[in-house]
């Protein structure tokens, strides 16, 4: 089974920033790996997506704030997280696509808390 770990979060002033990680377990290739954030009482939301091929997605509200990349080599997914704000606060959790199997993969979460 298939297992993908964050890690990278913690507690930030507005303004600062953060770099996540996920690394995902074994040589599979992911067609796409993202993240999506989940705020208190609020829906899973995607913040950012990329390809194999590295085309990029973001949410407008992270537009020129975060960064998505991937190591394929790794097998692992970042999100450079810059000019934070206190509406980013939030569990950000690893997602990635298999093709092959048509299913969806999740991390289990790693907590981004922006506060003054």
């Known amino acids: 089974q298939v297992q993908l770990v964050e890690s990278g979060g913690g507690l930030v002033q507005p303004g600062g920033s953060l770099r996540l990680s996920c690394a995902a377990s074994g040589s599979i290739t992911f067609y796409t790996m993202g993240w999506y954030c989940q705020a208190p009482g609020k829906q899973r939301e995607l913040v950012a997506r990329?390809?194999?091929?590295?085309?990029?997605n973001y949410a407008d509200s992270v537009k020129g704030r975060f960064t998505i990349s991937r190591d394929n080599g790794k097998n692992t997914v970042y999100l450079q997280m810059n000019s934070l704000k206190l509406e980013d606060t939030a569990v950000y959790y690893c997602?990635?696509?298999?093709?092959?199997?048509?299913?969806?993969?999740w991390g289990q979460g790693t907590q981004v808390t922006v506060s003054s």
């Open positions: 997602n990635a696509l298999n093709i092959y199997d048509a299913r969806e993969y």
């Open positions: 990329i390809s194999s091929r590295f085309a990029t």
